[in-house]
């Protein structure tokens, strides 16, 4: 599937039409929003879009890539094995305080999930299936190439963990409604952190306990 051209430093124009286009998809989805109201959004007509974005799903393609691309960096960077416990905390802690703070790819992902399709397709393709497979990989067990359980294990540790982040996000308006808290703000995204760190914490002492994970040695990473 091809990428649109990038129109992340294209000038302020096509910036907001961006800010707009973002929210409009991580409200409505891709199918229910429409051009004409988020150009309403920008203060322009609908054919001024079009000298920006060819086409609704140029608009949604490029959306998607300024809002994923800082968030898989930051996986990118943290893609290594943990050398303990206290480093997998680490990570998770700045993997899900990213997320948490950026609601609109949780909301986006939401849509695309439910209405599945094209939109589906292109977060899984292009984003999600190479990472959520280094993911898996890295989690404790995961390196048992030749234990089908254990590798089910690890990716149940990823899907769980995703839809702990993801759910949290998308479920912040019922829960903010059930117990009076901003969930998307200090302190409960604070609380949140600390519960999934100590998640993490035992799952990797629990698997080092049961030599799950193996010791670094010297020149190996």
């Given at each position: 599937?091809?990428?649109a051209?990038?129109?992340?430093?294209?000038?302020?124009?096509?910036?907001?039409?961006?800010?707009?286009?973002?929210?409009?998809?991580?409200?409505?989805?891709y199918?229910?929003?429409?051009?004409?109201?988020?150009a309403d959004?920008?203060?322009?007509?609908?054919?001024?879009?079009y000298?920006?974005?060819?086409?609704k799903?140029?608009?949604?393609?490029?959306?998607v890539?300024?809002l994923?691309?800082?968030?898989f960096?930051?996986?990118n960077?943290?893609?290594?094995?943990?050398?303990?416990?206290?480093?997998?905390?680490?990570?998770l802690?700045a993997?899900?305080?990213?997320?948490?703070?950026t609601?609109?790819?949780?909301?986006?992902?939401?849509?695309?999930?439910?209405?599945?399709?094209?939109?589906?397709t292109?977060?899984?393709d292009?984003?999600?299936?190479?990472?959520?497979?280094?993911?898996a990989?890295?989690?404790p067990?995961?390196h048992?190439?030749?234990d089908?359980?254990?590798?089910?294990?690890?990716?149940?540790?990823?899907?769980?963990?995703?839809?702990?982040?993801?759910g949290?996000?998308?479920?912040?308006?019922?829960?903010?409604?059930?117990?009076?808290?901003k969930?998307?703000?200090e302190?409960?995204i604070?609380?949140?952190?600390e519960?999934?760190?100590?998640?993490?914490?035992e799952?990797?002492?629990?698997?080092?306990?049961?030599?799950?994970?193996p010791?670094k040695?010297?020149?190996?990473?």
């Amino acid at each position: 599937m091809k990428r649109a051209r990038s129109h992340r430093i294209k000038g302020s124009t096509s910036t907001r039409i961006l800010d707009a286009a973002e929210a409009h998809f991580a409200r409505h989805g891709y199918g229910a929003a429409s051009l004409g109201d988020i150009a309403d959004a920008v203060r322009i007509r609908t054919p001024s879009l079009y000298k920006h974005f060819a086409s609704k799903r140029e608009l949604y393609v490029a959306v998607v890539e300024r809002l994923f691309s800082p968030y898989f960096e930051l996986l990118n960077r943290l893609m290594t094995v943990p050398e303990d416990a206290e480093h997998a905390e680490r990570n998770l802690v700045a993997v899900a305080s990213h997320y948490m703070q950026t609601p609109n790819l949780a909301h986006l992902v939401q849509h695309a999930a439910l209405a599945g399709g094209e939109e589906l397709t292109l977060l899984v393709d292009h984003w999600y299936k190479p990472l959520f497979r280094r993911a898996a990989e890295l989690t404790p067990g995961g390196h048992w190439h030749g234990d089908a359980g254990a590798r089910e294990r690890a990716v149940s540790v990823v899907v769980a963990f995703h839809s702990m982040m993801s759910g949290y996000v998308t479920m912040a308006s019922l829960h903010a409604r059930l117990t009076g808290q901003k969930p998307l703000r200090e302190p409960a995204i604070g609380h949140q952190l600390e519960l999934m760190r100590r998640l993490v914490g035992e799952l990797w002492q629990a698997a080092a306990g049961s030599h799950a994970v193996p010791r670094k040695t010297k020149g190996h990473a």
